[in-house]
T-cell receptor, first 112, second 115 residues
Framework: DAKTTQPPSMDCAEGRAANLPCNHSTISGNEYVYWYRQIHSQGPQYIIHGLKNNETNEMASLIITEDRKSSTLILPHATLRDTAVYYCIARVVSNQGGKLIFGQGTELSVKP | DVKVTQSSRYLVKRTGEKVFLECVQDMDHENMFWYRQDPGLGLRLIYFSYDVKMKEKGDIPEGYSVSREKKERFSLILESASTNQTSMYLC??????????????FGPGTRLTVT
């Protein structure tokens, strides 16, 4: 699985868009990019995933560069409840179980 | 919405006790997982199951066992609790289609303290 690199921390003003970058320069063609977040003392929460096209759901948008070497998770209107650690994961989809491995992630602080 | 529930939010047990952690999901998911999460060590997979009565070892199965008698329920058993099993235990589930293996839905976690 490709190594992912994220900034350790970011701040965002409430109501503004939060753009969280992830670098995965060694990603292979069959690796998907998944994003999770974990609010303090809670279980991780799945946000979104993609392969090469941009994706959007009710929580966020995922923009993947054309060369797939990086991606950005966008929270369009951040709220205080979006304060969490955000994890970017690159995984080959297989029938070998589905173990998630979280790196250090980005600690996003949304400020009033 | 997918709902994954865990039997306890906080649990305190004594060394040597047998401990049962229960997890129930309501989305008819094929796959279920048990992880533990410790500061500095991240998320580590203990066991997973991709079908009723099926189980596979994860990265750290020693000292644990699991049971999946019904599709919706996946139990983690600590045969003889030890202090190094003090941790946050997280249950997750996902659908059976391959791309969904990593679209996992987590419970709130059980913070287990072994004294």
């Amino acid at each position: 699985d490709a190594k992912t690199t994220q900034p350790p921390s970011m701040d965002c003003a409430e109501g503004r868009a939060a753009n969280l970058p992830c670098n995965h320069s060694t990603i292979s063609g069959n690796e998907y990019v998944y994003w999770y977040r974990q609010i303090h003392s809670q279980g991780p929460q799945y946000i979104i995933h993609g392969l090469k096209n941009n994706e959007t759901n009710e929580m966020a948008s995922l923009i993947i560069t054309e060369d797939r070497k990086s991606s950005t998770l966008i929270l369009p209107h951040a709220t205080l409840r979006d304060t969490a650690v955000y994890y970017c994961i690159a995984r080959v989809v297989s029938n070998q179980g589905g173990k998630l491995i979280f790196g250090q992630g980005t600690e996003l602080s949304v400020k009033p | 919405d997918v709902k994954v529930t865990q039997s306890s939010r906080y649990l305190v047990k004594r060394t040597g006790e047998k401990v049962f952690l229960e997890c129930v999901q309501d989305m008819d998911h094929e796959n279920m997982f048990w992880y533990r999460q410790d500061p500095g060590l991240g998320l580590r997979l203990i066991y997973f199951s991709y079908d009723v009565k099926m189980k596979e070892k994860g990265d750290i199965p020693e000292g644990y066992s699991v049971s999946r008698e019904k599709k919706e329920r996946f139990s983690l058993i600590l045969e003889s609790a030890s202090t190094n099993q003090t941790s946050m235990y997280l249950c997750a589930s996902s659908g059976g289609v391959l791309v969904l293996n990593y679209e996992q839905y987590f419970g709130p976690g059980t913070r287990l303290t072994v004294t």
